[in-house]
């Protein structure tokens, strides 16, 4: 592992634990050249299906694809980075769960668009904007007065 502050690749590892989402180990190491200190984090990647998109080409799963998305919608909203983190982990471990070889890019984007209705209204409507890509106002209304029809049976 190569030091973030020499660059030198040798270190030890002082300390592992897995993360307390259990997606992670966090490994503490050592620069045996400049002697400082830094955490690493491996994820386990294999298991994650190929993504069918519209066209039906496949991709391989991609988890920056969901976070960039989940910083667009939630840009300027006050939503930390560890719970857009926390989404995208829950997304994966839900693929991962299923054991699906191949998933519909549209089941990943409602998987999205569910876990953002519970976390900001907002950002469930920025992003439900784009990813369905509403044809006119109707539809845009449509879907805001399903989501206030959702708001008030909770």
């Known amino acids: 592992m190569k030091c973030p502050f020499c660059n030198d690749p040798e270190s030890k590892v002082l300390d592992s634990r897995m993360s307390k989402e259990m997606d992670t180990i966090r490994r503490r190491r050592e620069c045996l050249k400049c002697g400082k200190r830094f955490t690493t984090a491996e994820r386990l990647e294999e298991g994650l299906p190929l993504v069918i998109k519209k066209d039906d080409r496949r991709e391989v799963f991609d988890r920056t694809k969901i976070l960039n ?72 209304m449509e879907e805001l007065k399903d989501l206030l029809l959702k708001k008030d049976e909770a």
């Not at 519970?118 to 006119?136: G, P, T, W």
């Open 69 to 140: 998305g989940l910083n667009k919608a939630c840009e300027k909203r006050p939503i930390s980075i560890t719970n857009i983190e926390k989404i995208v982990s829950r997304i994966e471990y839900i693929l991962l769960e299923k054991g699906d070889r191949e998933i519909k890019a549209t089941e990943i984007g409602q998987l999205v668009m569910d876990e953002l209705r519970k976390l900001d209204e907002i950002a469930y409507v920025r992003f439900a904007s784009v990813y369905r890509q509403f044809k006119d106002i109707n539809e845009f």
